[in-house]
C-alpha cells in the first residue's frame, strides 16, 4: 500500500514563509506527477502547484511568484516552499501523486491526509 505523509503546515503571520513536505512510501515503482492542492473552508479544492518527473511545473495564478514547488525522485518526496503568505492562502493542503505500484503496469492515483496552514495576524 502506497502512502504520502505531508508535514511542515502551522500557524505563520501575514508574509511569513512554511515549507510543506510530501514523502511516498510503499511498493512504488515510479511516480509521474506530484501536486499541491488546497481547500479552504466553504471552498472546492483547487491545484496549488503541479511538477512532473521531469521537473516541469505550473502554479496556480494566485501564487505565481510566491511559491516554489520542487522534488527529490530520489526520496520519492515534493516540497512547497511558501513565502510572502497572505491570509487568503489559509487552507488544508494536500499533496497528491500518480505512481506505478511494483508489477502493475498502470498509473494510480493516492493522496495525502492534508495538513492545515494558517495565515493570521
Known amino acids: 500500500q502506497v502512502q504520502l505523509v505531508e508535514s511542515g503546515g502551522g500557524s505563520v503571520q501575514p508574509g511569513g514563509s512554511l515549507r510543506l513536505s510530501c514523502a511516498a512510501s510503499?511498493?512504488?515503482?515510479?511516480?509521474?506527477?506530484m501536486g499541491w492542492y488546497r481547500q479552504a473552508p466553504g471552498k472546492q479544492r483547487e491545484l496549488v502547484a503541479h511538477?512532473?518527473?521531469?521537473?516541469?511545473?505550473n502554479y496556480a495564478d494566485s501564487v505565481k511568484g510566491r511559491f516554489t514547488i520542487s522534488r527529490d525522485n530520489a526520496k520519492n518526496t515534493v516540497y512547497l516552499q511558501m513565502n510572502s503568505l497572505k491570509p487568503e492562502d489559509t487552507a488544508v493542503y494536500y499533496c497528491?501523486?500518480?505512481?506505478?505500484?511494483?508489477?502493475?503496469?498502470?498509473?494510480?492515483?493516492?493522496w495525502g491526509q492534508g495538513t492545515l496552514v494558517t495565515v493570521s495576524s
Open positions: 511538477i512532473t518527473s521531469g521537473g516541469t511545473t
Open positions: 497528491n501523486a500518480d505512481y506505478r505500484p511494483v508489477a502493475i503496469d498502470r498509473y494510480l492515483e493516492v
Open positions: 510503499g511498493s512504488i515503482f515510479s511516480i509521474s506527477a
